[in-house]
């Protein structure tokens, strides 16, 4: 019997990636109006690319892109992408309806309710607090805090351990097969993969794993509500 159910955060929750195109365009254009020698649709592009070389969590995103195509750093342009890149994310910052209503209704059943995340745990938890979901979450366990990233199964098995769970009573939710999914079933939990579907080829992956029972598609967080 399913006693907790854990979910990731970007993507499963949140839409991280939708919002945070939107941004990074918003950003793009202030910068190009401020002196950026490019158009928006160059500096959209190369700042992709910066972010594909240094990854989401760096922090110098738009420093790069300054110098790489005004030849030398400029505080004016870097500044104003910084300030409209956060004012557009956080505008847009809100908790879907039907995240909010899964999150109740597990709470109101009892089950205890789990947050395992990559990422930096400051940049997660100003998400939790702004989106205001942190009350429903008995733990939150991100990879910044203790030093090991999903699909390592050392972190399923730390937020099972802080909630008191075993894997045959943990159920994870989240949007990403080779992080989420398989690193579940290598922690021994259930799982369901969310705003996606399983591939032939994944389906291949998990019946070597013998995992296949333990592992299933969520058309949406509500449908939570007929399953559990």
């Known amino acids: 019997m399913i006693r907790a159910v854990f979910f990731d955060m970007d993507d ?9 195109a939107i941004a990074r365009r ?3 254009k202030s910068m190009v109006h401020n002196g950026l020698k490019c158009s ?10 910066i972010i594909n070389e240094k990854g989401s969590n760096y922090d110098k995103h738009f420093n790069i892109l300054v110098e790489r195509i005004n030849g030398k750093l400029d505080p004016l342009i870097i500044v104003n992408g910084i300030i409209t890149y956060h004012n557009t994310k956080f505008a847009m910052l809100k908790l879907e309806p039907e995240s ?12 205890k309710v789990g947050l395992i995340t990559n990422g930096k745990e ?11 979901m942190y009350p429903f979450f008995d733990d ?6 203790v030093g090991v990233e999903k699909p390592d199964p050392e972190i399923f098995n730390i937020a099972m351990e802080r909630l008191g769970v075993t894997a045959g009573s943990s159920l994870m939710i989240g949007n990403n097969f080779d992080v989420d999914i398989l690193g579940a079933c290598n922690a021994g939990m259930q799982s369901m993969l969310i705003n996606s579907e399983i591939t032939p080829k994944q389906k291949e ?3 070597e ?16 509500m007929k399953i559990l």
């Open 26 to 28: 918003a950003a793009v």
């Open 140 to 145: 939150v366990v991100t990879s910044e805090s």
């Open 205 to 207: 992956i998990l019946e």
């Open 209 to 224: 794993m013998e995992c296949t029972d333990k592992v299933r598609e969520l058309g949406s967080l509500i449908d939570l």
């Open 12 to 20: 499963t929750l949140y839409d991280t990636s939708g919002f945070a």
């Open 40 to 49: 928006e649709d160059e500096g959209y592009g190369e700042l992709m690319n």
């Open 122 to 132: 400051l940049k997660q938890w100003e998400k939790l607090v702004r989106l205001g």
């Open 100 to 111: 909010f209503s899964i999150l109740l209704y597990l709470k109101s059943q009892g089950y």
